[in-house]
Every structure is written in structure tokens, then in C-alpha cells.
């Protein structure tokens, strides 16, 4: 009975130390992510980019408002309901 006490006190620690430990974010693909050289060529493109972007006109935005409502070529359906006697009755 001892032995058995003695190996679940030794798995109650291994599991402590497993969730406890200290803990690294290295990952053996993680000296590539921050390649200056490439981050540079990078961030160079992205300016570029900006500058193009930048450099052609906006188009000014319309503001919608509550008052414009919906479009007008949107097509509308009315449909009116109407209760039977037999509803009408159940309902008072």
C-alpha cells in the first residue's frame, strides 16, 4: 500500500510540474518570423504601396441619412392580413 501512495505522490508532482513549469514561445520555425532583412523589404513595399494609394483621388463618400429612406426602384409588396370570424372570436 506504501509503494502505491509513494507512485501517486510521484505522478502528483510530474503533473504539478508539467502545468507549473516555465514555459518558452521559441518554437524551432519562430528565427524565421523576425528576418530584419526581409521585414525591411517588407515595410518598404507597404510604404510604396501607401504612397500609391495616396496618391489617387477619393471618392467623396454620400452620406445616408434616415430622411433618404429606401431606394425608390426597390419594388414594394403591400399585403394586408385579415383575421377570420373564428380568430376574431378567439382573440377577445
Not at 38 to 60: G, M, T, Y
Amino acid at each position: 500500500m506504501r509503494k502505491h501512495i509513494l507512485l501517486l505522490e510521484e505522478q502528483l508532482r510530474l503533473a504539478r510540474l508539467r502545468k507549473f513549469r516555465a514555459r518558452s514561445e521559441k518554437l524551432p520555425f519562430q528565427g524565421e518570423l523576425f528576418d530584419e532583412a526581409e521585414l525591411e523589404v517588407s515595410l518598404e513595399d507597404v510604404e510604396q504601396a501607401l504612397a500609391e494609394a495616396e496618391a489617387e483621388p477619393k471618392k467623396p463618400r454620400k452620406r445616408r441619412t434616415k430622411a433618404d429612406g429606401f431606394d425608390e426602384n426597390l419594388p414594394r409588396i403591400q399585403v394586408r392580413l385579415t383575421l377570420d370570424e373564428e380568430e376574431k372570436a378567439g382573440a377577445n
